[in-house]
């Protein structure tokens, strides 16, 4: 029974589930002599110096005791794992006991900057924040309305990077004039910095004025070398705009290129002995000046809001604390903070959940945040400590990570793929065993071939495109892009950084595979955007009809893209321009797409509001085109008297059926709108209705159900919520992110 001594934790459900899958299916296949385990047998009688018998036996006894056991079957996300845990010391953390754990960040901090704006005459000096905002945003030509963008700028409550460095924040909370102080302070800085390159400007045109020049007399005059000084006069430090062109390098390397062909010469002693060091010096000023400057601006434009953080997160706190409620994206900190209050933690941490774990696994290592690694470092280095005996038999392996730094996709939730990449500078090289899986047993023999010359290139060209490797060649680079000694050491150390990371890009390729697989790649003009999305569209038809004209299954043929919305608009251009192909896709269909569902949402919202025009004319162009048949214009509907009773069921739109639906609950509603608009008549519209319900449904176990409040979540988030569509024998559509 030595599984219940191992975790094994992954990213994902559906990766959990896998695992499982082939655990249980192996530990079968080997007990039952299955002819697609033999690879497995053959393995572990090498590994174990066992015979065949003796393995069989003891997968029959691991998998009935695992069966028997299945609790004590620890593969889980790395959130369910860390979630067990919490649940387990919520006395120890001050947490209730009745605990309910929600995942939607957006809708908690939608609901807390809600209540603040509901609220604000209580708070003299919020609301006078808030004007001040407003007013600035007014000055700038922006809406005065500034509930969408503080939503979205207090989603940091939820990142990992501000939790963690939250407490460098508590001084600055109790401070009342910090932020009015700090602000003056940014103005001073871009003002100071705008006013010293202004003087440079002056003192440049100066020195040609005192030389007997003018800026006709160089080379392409406002638009050339002199150009660049004029820009700093006017305070255009090239921010937004590069102002250190061709034009500007060339004069930097060479004096004849200072001047017209008829001042060249006259020009060249001026330039080589005082212009050009000039140059240099600024420019290298300018480069060290511009990420501040652009730190103080991004900073300025942010620091409104930034003033509101905490008083998002107080509001956050209070309502979690009314409804019981604990944000997932808690769970790491909270626990965090208690390690590091107990180093020695771990053995408690065991009792509580009720295992003691001597072997831990973690796959998709470099997904894992750093705040994440803390957490689980500190179970990793007492599975080490307390397996000595086990670390010195031959070959033993305590535990296991597992990882790719390339594939590393989960940036936006903290993901840190230097963890990986430097996972020797985390533990000693005695405690270390590093194995790269060399050979490719999946791909095709040409595919491989292929990654292995594009991208061992394409890694050395990005490299070499941020620093050069030959020291010669970083010294030049150094000079030529005037980098100060800071900026060339970040630079140097991203860049070692990348090519250790393709270290191993290179496969094996294995002897048996046969010389298939193909790879295509064609070149698109992209002069406009919007005439490349069409040619890329067309092309990929055009491409995939001449697969299936060659016998290709459409269910054996993925489109990958980028975005979401990318996925959408294939999806779309198939639909149109080539019908007969089913398209499936779970980025591509949202519920927003659906006309049944849109249709109960316009009913909602004339119920929320009955001078809703634009709720009014969709639902009665989306009823008489999906339902009734009819066509019908905006025009015309606008000039009958009375068009929703003239048009759809009196179950709905009489006065008295309006009445009536205001004292449903918002689930009854719902049925009665799809029961009474026919809804059930729409072909094709089965999931959209399921996710749509199912959606209402968890929203309504959280929160009050009131017309309002839903259709505030739905257009908020449940209105992108997609749905797999399609099916069989279909062309998948999916995004990078997705497919990995």
């Known amino acids: 029974r030595k599984y219940e001594n191992i975790l094994a934790v992954t990213f994902t459900n559906k ?32 590994e174990l110096d066992v015979t065949e018998d003796f393995v069989r036996k003891n997968a029959d006894i691991a998998l009935h005791n695992l069966l028997h056991n299945y609790n004590q079957f620890r593969v889980q996300t790395i959130d369910a794992f860390f979630q067990s845990i919490l649940r387990n010391m919520v006395k120890e953390l001050g947490l209730g006991n009745n605990l309910r754990i929600t995942l939607n960040d957006s809708q908690v901090i939608s609901e807390a900057v ?20 407003v007013n600035e945003r007014m000055d700038d030509q922006k809406s005065w309305d500034i509930t969408g963008e503080v939503k979205s700028f207090g989603m940091n409550l939820s990142k990992e990077f501000f939790k963690s460095n939250e407490h460098l924040l508590s001084a600055i909370e109790k401070d009342q004039n910090f932020f009015k102080r700090y602000k003056e302070t940014i103005i001073g800085i871009i003002k100071g910095t705008e006013a010293h390159f202004k003087e440079c400007g002056e003192y440049f045109l100066t020195m040609i004025a005192e030389s007997g020049f ?117 769970t790491q900190m909270v626990l965090s903070r208690m390690i590091q209050d107990d180093t020695n933690i771990a053995p408690f941490i065991y009792e509580k959940i009720g295992a003691y774990l001597q072997h831990i696994m973690i796959d998709e290592f470099q997904d894992t945040s750093t705040v994440q690694w803390d957490n689980f470092k500190v179970l990793l280095e007492n599975c080490m400590a307390g397996g000595e005996e086990e670390s010195q038999k031959q070959g033993a392996i305590n535990n296991l990570i597992v990882g790719d730094v390339k594939q590393s996709i989960y940036r936006f939730r903290s993901g840190d793929w230097r963890l990986l990449n430097d996972i020797d500078s985390e533990f000693g090289n005695e405690m270390l065993n590093i194995e790269t899986l060399a050979t490719n047993w999946r791909s095709e023999r040409n595919i491989i071939s292929f990654n292995n010359s594009f991208f061992k290139a394409v890694c050395e060209i990005e490299a070499d495109r941020i620093m050069p490797n030959d020291p010669q060649a970083q010294q030049v680079f150094i000079s030529e892009n005037n980098l100060s000694a800071e900026a060339a050491h970040q630079m140097n150390t991203y860049a070692e950084a990348l090519r250790h990371a393709y270290d191993d890009v290179t496969q094996d390729i294995p002897d048996f595979k046969p010389a298939r697989g193909l790879v295509r790649i064609e ?17 990929t038809l055009e491409y995939v009809r001449s697969l299936i004209s060659q016998n290709v299954k459409p269910s054996d043929i993925a489109i990958l893209v980028r975005f979401n919305y990318e996925a959408s608009d294939i999806a779309t251009y198939f639909a149109e ?20 569902v849109m249709m109960i949402i316009s009913t909602l919202r004339l119920l929320r509001n009955n001078k809703d025009k634009q ?28 068009p929703l009773e003239t048009f759809l069921p009196a179950e709905v739109a009489s006065p008295e059926a309006m009445e009536m639906m205001h004292t449903m609950s918002l689930y009854e509603l719902t049925e009665h709108i799809y029961r009474n608009l026919s809804l059930s008549k729409l072909e094709g519209q089965a999931p959209y209705a399921t996710a749509f319900l199912d959606g209402m449904k968890k929203y309504m176990e959280d929160n009050v159900a009131t017309i309002e409040e839903f259709l505030d979540y739905w257009d908020s988030d449940l209105s992108n919520k997609a749905i797999a569509a399609g099916g069989g024998d279909s062309i998948r559509v999916i995004t990078i992110h997705k497919s990995k």
Request: with cysteine; aromatic share 8%.
């Open 214 to 330: 003018t800026v006709s007399d160089f080379a392409y005059g406002k638009n050339g070398v002199v150009g660049y000084f004029l820009k700093l006069k006017d305070g255009d430090l090239g921010i937004k705009k590069n102002i250190f062109g061709a034009r500007v390098q060339a004069a930097m390397d060479d004096p004849m290129k200072w001047g017209l062909k008829a001042t060249a010469s006259a020009i060249a002693p001026l330039a080589e002995e005082r212009l050009i060091p000039y140059l240099k010096q600024i420019e290298q000023e300018r480069q060290a000046e511009i990420p501040k400057i652009r730190s103080a601006i991004i900073t300025l434009k942010n620091i409104n809001k930034m003033r509101l953080l905490f008083s998002i997160r107080e509001e956050m706190d209070r309502q979690n604390q009314e409804n019981a409620r604990f944000m997932l994206s808690n």
């Open 523 to 539: 070149l698109l003009p992209q002069d406009k955007k919007d005439e490349y999305d069409v040619a890329a569209k067309a092309r």
């Open 577 to 596: 321009n080539a019908p007969e192909l089913s398209i499936v896709s779970e980025q591509a269909f949202t519920l927003a797409a659906s006309p049944l």
């Open 15 to 46: 990766a959990t589930e896998e695992m499982k899958h082939r655990i249980v299916s192996q530990l079968y296949g080997l007990s039952h002599g299955l002819e697609s385990s033999n690879s497995y047998l053959k393995k572990i009688c090498s």
């Open 114 to 133: 809600d209540s603040i704006m509901e609220t604000l005459d209580q708070d003299k000096a919020l609301m006078s924040w808030i004007i001040d905002y």
């Open 615 to 642: 709720a009014e004319v969709l639902l009665l162009k989306l009823y008489m085109n999906y339902i009734t048949g009819e066509e019908t214009t905006d025009g015309s509907l606008l000039t009958v008297e009375n």
